[in-house]
């Protein structure tokens, strides 16, 4: 029971189970991170779908040993993870905007992932599987030197692009503008400490620069969508490198270049007459 101002109120029932959440969709699951929903669950339901979103990821991406999950108690993180624990931790607080929850629980995913390609030899390009062991022998996680780091550029795409894959449920939700806009800033300081080099045996920074691009196009979308009032018009995004393993970072930022060009120019427009 609960008591506020002397009147005695019960206990809410849990919207959802750790055992509910197993059983959910894919797109079930991803509505919980509405703003609407994700804003309603108490803590020990927000622990319960984060470890299967968690889980489930860990599977899509082909983590072997997957994480625990912990909570993160220093309000400066978003979360972190141990590799000597194999342990995610994962800030209730910070994550308040249910589009960064899942950015982060991808983005700690993808630190495990690292460490298992690093002693499986695999994925990674040689350059790539070089930086990412001395990085995780010299680790830093202050100012620009962590930021610069492989390690954390390839985590931030991966968070990013694990939202963006589920952009067309998200693209009218309150939280997801405010999510896009805090990416534009970091990848745009990516961009500049980067100096957007493409190297064929590192393309970790040159897939960050082609994500770069496409979240000042999807902005555009949501400004768009925000002045017609209509639904979302199907046309391209520029996200097709997620789903196609066919193309390089390097061919799809030369093909989408003008559409880059085109769309900074509009977004200019549109946020005058906003």
Not at 62 to 73: L, Q, R, W
């Amino acid at each position: 029971m609960r008591f506020f101002n002397n009147i005695i109120y019960p206990d809410r029932k849990p919207l959802h189970t750790a055992d509910e959440y197993q059983k959910m969709s894919e797109s079930e699951l991803m509505n919980q991170y509405k703003t609407d929903i994700w804003g309603k669950l108490e803590k020990s339901e927000k622990i319960c779908l984060v470890k299967e979103t968690g889980d489930r990821y860990a599977d899509q991406i082909g983590i072997v040993n997957k994480p625990t999950f912990e909570e993160e108690h220093n309000n400066n993180y978003y979360g972190s993870y141990c590799h000597s624990r194999n342990e995610i931790t994962f800030n209730y607080k910070t994550n308040s905007n249910p589009m960064q929850a899942l950015n982060t629980i991808a983005h700690e995913e993808n630190h495990a992932f690292q460490y298992q390609c690093m002693m499986d030899r695999s994925v990674y390009t040689d350059k790539e599987l070089e930086l990412l062991e001395k990085e995780a022998s010299n680790y830093t996680d202050v100012g620009t030197a962590y930021d610069k780091q492989v390690m954390e550029i390839d985590s931030n795409n991966a968070g990013l692009e694990y939202v963006l894959q589920n952009k067309d449920a998200f693209i009218r939700d309150e939280s997801f503008l405010p999510y896009i806009d805090e990416r534009i800033d970091h990848f745009e300081r990516i961009s500049d400490l980067t100096n957007n080099t493409f190297d064929v045996s590192n393309s970790i920074p040159s897939d960050s620069e082609l994500l770069r691009q496409q979240l000042y196009r999807i902005r555009g979308e949501v400004f768009g969508i925000r002045m017609e009032g209509t639904a979302v018009e199907e046309r391209s995004d520029g996200l097709e490198f997620l789903y196609d393993d066919t193309g390089t970072a390097e061919q799809v930022m030369l093909e989408n270049e003008t559409m880059y060009e085109e769309n900074t120019m509009n977004n200019d427009s549109m946020e005058q007459t906003v």
